[in-house]
């Protein structure tokens, strides 16, 4: 079946700009994550969802990163007032279930975000 | 909080050599450890992982790690490595309550021939 996939690929703004950010999990995968890459790093995590809720959005750097899940399957993560230390790639992953973090974690490409 | 020191960033090594990439994690709590790949221009992928159980853990392509809990590692083996096995492996730990995962800083695995 298809995997996590995730739009736009790349995605390049000017500082300042709002960008949306799309995931679509694996059907039937209960939890969501995202998570920022910068270059050399692992991934950093940024918020997790079960169902269409957040459960833990403690890694979302401030208040310009914002993401939704509002029917349980798509998410958006969206960014206001980009800025330049804002690229990175964006990883999303999804998991059958998110309670207990031994569900094995499906990651997408990625979106790779350069702001100008 | 939980942390995770993959202590080599790069490890270069000949074609049919074995090799060790080390990870070691900090926790309070318990926790479940993962190691996944990502090859150039692909997703991250799961090799294996420790939930409880048998200390060593078998993955995918011959890889085999081993959770030492008194010293805090979960380092990554493979007896004999392939050209293909080049790519980026990042360790990861997650609490057993809680679904996000802590990543290292990955250790890039160049296999020469």
């Known amino acids: 079946g298809a995997g996590v996939s995730q739009t736009p690929s790349n995605k390049v703004t000017e500082k300042g700009k709002y960008v949306e950010l799309r995931c679509d999990p694996i059907?039937?995968?209960?939890?969501l994550y995202w998570y920022r890459q910068s270059l050399g790093q692992g991934p950093e995590f940024l918020i997790y969802?079960?169902?269409?809720?957040?459960?833990?959005d403690s890694g979302l750097p401030n208040d310009r990163f914002f993401a939704v899940r509002p029917e349980g399957s798509v998410s958006t993560l969206k960014i206001q007032r980009t800025e330049r230390g804002d690229s990175a790639v964006y990883l999303c992953?999804?998991?059958?279930?998110?309670?207990?973090?031994?569900?094995?974690?499906?990651f997408g490409p990625g979106t790779r975000l350069t702001v100008l | 909080a939980q942390s995770v020191t993959q202590l080599d960033s790069q490890v270069p090594v000949f074609e049919e050599a074995p090799v060790e990439l080390r990870c070691n994690y900090s926790?309070?709590?318990?926790?479940?450890l993962f190691w996944y790949v990502q090859y150039p221009n692909q997703g991250l992928q799961l090799l294996l992982k420790?939930?409880?159980?048998?200390?060593l853990v078998k993955g995918i392509n011959g890889f085999e790690a081993e959770f030492n809990k008194s010293q805090t590692s979960f380092h990554l083996r493979k007896p004999s490595v392939h050209i293909s096995d080049t790519a980026e492996y990042f360790c990861?730990?997650?609490?057993?309550?809680?679904?996000?995962?802590?990543f290292g800083d990955g250790t890039t695995l160049t296999v020469k021939p």
């Open positions: 992953a999804s998991s059958l279930r998110g309670s207990g973090g031994a569900y094995e974690q499906f």
């Open positions: 059907s039937g995968h209960t939890a």
């Open positions: 969802f079960q169902g269409t809720g957040a459960a833990d």
């Open positions: 926790s309070s709590v318990s926790v479940y």
């Open positions: 420790y939930l409880s159980g048998s200390t």
């Open positions: 990861a730990v997650s609490h057993t309550n809680a679904g996000k995962s802590t």
